[in-house]
């Protein structure tokens, strides 16, 4: 049921809160947040909302940048993380007009919004749900520098094989031996469960959270299936909680995909479905692993355009280190079931045809949540139109482990760009999927290419300590 504004001022009340938080969203998919005593929280502030500067929030608008920020009643939640009582809202950015405001285009929540009234107006569906996967780390200890006289990088886990004990206990995990390992060597369960309850009690279904293959604190937490624009606020939430509660318990959390040389990279893999008046749109029971030909259309548009996805669903030089061969993450444009190896992936448990779909295993989350589910459905929407089928364009399927296949039909393949660099220029030469309906504005995604390629070129000049490794004795 959604919120009124008397609904808010009944749960100030109830809860004795004494600050209202404005949590907004910068271009890096980031928080930032502006506080008001509850006291001053009125029909007026959502009706007028906070005013902010929007160029310092990474966002190039033609127009004057100051902006307001109109908060959305269904997402008040209390914060559990602030020591006086804290009610807690997400919302949409708005250019100050007159008569009257318009969303302003950039701004990662109007951009999601864009996309499903564009899914709707299409007329293939009206909900897509989706199912993002939260790998993370979490370290005890965690130091890094960038200097004259210094740089480098130091993590530590107790329960990590390079420890050969957990204070003087004798527990330690062996490297790569992590997956759903149990008590006593599952030394973060309390924290975890912890960040699992917090998520509860703001409204978002858990399915389960487990140890992850990473013997150094990698981790997994995956909610439930979600409506796209809740699970984006759920995206940002769940990493809120995340970060705060690993600190709680003396601990640091890190999405980074590749925070340890030679462990399993941390990605964020994204199950999605589409329904048109409540019904499936992606199950077919004649279909390749019971997906329609809609679905297999819309996995043709991810494929197609998956270079310069990339760009959003993996906007770090970091990603790239961990889209690698070897591992579980995925290198090989293409389509499976089953098939960890693939970009795109079909879950064989998911046998019921409400729950049919496909998981997308590329991205991570150092993406913006907003802009990279929003791509995601801008380029399956694509494929369904240009009716793209994956198997007429050569990407499948692959049912068979595509690290084990012979070198010479391994150089057959497609893969993922390798750099950050390369997926920028896939993203400059191919994103007119994100710009129709003008859901992606032209003038977000030129900002965008243009402030990752700065940050490209500034850590193309830092020196590493693997280059020290290599080159400092020749």
């Known amino acids: 049921m959604a919120k009124s504004v008397k609904d808010i001022l009944a749960l100030i009340k109830e809860h004795d809160i004494k600050m209202v938080d404005f949590k907004m969203v910068d271009i890096n998919g980031q928080y930032r947040h502006v506080t008001i005593p509850a006291q001053n929280f009125s029909e007026d502030t959502m009706k007028s909302g906070i005013g902010f500067d929007a160029s310092n929030y990474g966002y190039a608008v033609v127009e004057k940048s100051d902006m307001v920020f109109i908060p959305d ?6 914060d559990p993380f602030c020591e006086i009582p804290t009610l807690s809202m997400t919302g949409n950015a708005m250019i100050i007009d007159t008569p009257d405001n318009r969303p302003l285009a950039q701004y990662p929540r109007n951009i999601i919004r864009a996309a499903v009234d564009h899914m709707k107006k299409s007329g293939v569906a009206d909900t897509m749900l989706i199912l993002p996967e ?73 399915n389960y959270h487990h140890p992850e293959v990473a013997a150094s604190g990698q981790f997994e937490i995956e909610p ?13 939430m769940i990493k809120y909680i995340i970060h705060n509660t690993a600190l709680k318990h003396g601990k640091t959390a890190t999405f980074m995909p590749k ?31 019971h997906l329609s030909k809609t679905a297999h259309y819309f996995m043709g548009g991810l494929l197609k355009h998956i270079s ?17 061969p070897g591992f579980e993450a995925p290198v090989t444009v293409g389509y499976a079931t089953s098939n960890r190896s693939a970009v795109i992936r079909i879950p064989a448990y998911a046998k019921s045809p409400d ?37 007429e364009n050569g990407w499948g399927p692959y049912d068979c482990n595509l690290f084990h296949l012979p070198e010479e ?7 993922l760009p390798t750099s950050l660099d390369a997926a920028l220029d ?16 032209e003038e977000l995604i030129n900002n965008f290419i243009k402030s990752k390629r700065a940050e490209c070129a500034e850590l193309a000049k830092i020196p590493t300590p693997a280059e020290f490794d290599k080159y400092y004795n020749l």
């Open 409 to 415: 039909e391994k150089a057959k393949l497609q893969g």
């Open 259 to 289: 925070p340890i040389y030679g462990e399993a990279g941390s990605g964020m893999h994204v199950h999605m479905l589409l329904l048109k008046d409540g019904e499936p749109v992606f199950s077919d029971d004649n279909g390749y692993s």
């Open 426 to 441: 896939a993203l400059e030469a191919d994103h007119d999927y994100l710009t129709e309906a003008g859901v992606f504005p």
């Open 73 to 78: 009643p269904d997402t008040a939640v209390i």
């Open 134 to 206: 939260f790998e993370f780390y979490l370290f005890d200890e965690v130091t890094w520098g960038v200097g004259g006289s210094y740089i480098g990088a130091s993590v530590d886990a107790k329960q990590s094989y390079w420890n050969s004990t957990v204070e003087g206990k004798g527990v330690v995990v062996p490297k790569q031996k992590n997956y759903h390992i149990a008590k006593p060597f599952d030394v973060s369960y309390e924290c975890r469960s912890e960040m699992c309850m917090h998520m509860a009690d703001m409204g978002i279904k858990i």
């Open 355 to 391: 729950k049919r779909r496909f998981e997308l295993r590329n991205p991570d989350a150092t993406c913006n949540p907003y802009f990279c589910y929003a791509a995601i459905l801008m380029a399956g929407l694509d494929g369904i139109k240009n009716k793209i089928d994956p198997h």
């Open 308 to 324: 310069s996805l990339c760009a959003i669903t993996n906007p770090s030089t970091n990603s790239f280190k961990r889209l690698v």
């Open 224 to 236: 439930q299936l979600g409506e796209v624009v809740s699970m984006a606020d759920a995206t940002m």
